[in-house]
């Protein structure tokens, strides 16, 4: 999803497949619901079939904070060979060359919505949102139109509040009418709102402000292009049989921008 040079995030899990020499380390970033640090969720449960499935290839697969996980991807020495989820557009907007990196084909996709609570309007353009009071999480991209505002480039919005702690956080000022609206992703904010026991937050499914593909970006090396050829192999499988939308449940979305599907 998004980091902004996001959006990437230590509980250890190893994944059983065909043994090689040595296992390629890709390391998945928190998000809230999604990939937790700890215990089950969609992404961690995708990792895992992902590891059966990828035939002559296996991995091992930790989870950390954001700022570790990218740390460890990009270092003079880097611990990590990928890191999830993600895409190689964050990793040039890190300052980094994407040409040195190798992403695999789309896991899922998230978007980016404004989420408003139950009962008012619904934010389908950025007009909307002219003087309001908008929360975000701070370390996240939300593409070229929100981007500017969220930075301040383009003063439309009345006041805004960057969230550092978590998405939880940011919920709950909504649900406190601390702020006007929080912008988010889905599916990560439903989510959230859901296992807090909060109503669905009050949003236009049809019209996103940003659409990203969820990957696997790796250091471009042979090694790691036949794993992710690998990946991309099993990613398909599941795709045609079904299962990668069980597995991910209320988490999988649809692509809506035919350039994300490749």
Known sequence: MRILGVWLMAALCL??????????????FEVPQLLPLEGDGPYTRVMDALGRRAKGQSFAFTRSPVRRAIRDLVSDTPIADCIFPTDVRNVADMGLDA???????PVNFARVHVFTAPGLPKITHMDQLHGMSVAFTEGYGFGPTLTPLITGEQTVLGHRIPVSSSVQSMRLLLKY????????????????AKALGLPRPNFDPDNSF???AERIVCHRN??????????NGA???????????????TAYIEPTSKPYVN
């Open 177 to 192: 009418k601390r702020v006007d609206a929080v912008i988010g992703y889905l599916p990560e904010d439903v989510l959230v």
């Open 222 to 231: 042979p090694r790691n292009r036949a794993f992710l050829q690998a990946i």
């Open 99 to 105: 040409n040195d990196f190798l992403q695999s084909d």
């Open 210 to 212: 940003f659409e990203v």
């Open 15 to 28: 994944l059983a497949g065909p043994v090689l020499a040595k296992d390629v380390h890709v390391i998945g």
């Open 235 to 249: 990613l398909d499988a599941q795709r045609r049989s079904g299962e990668l939308s069980r597995i991910l449940g």
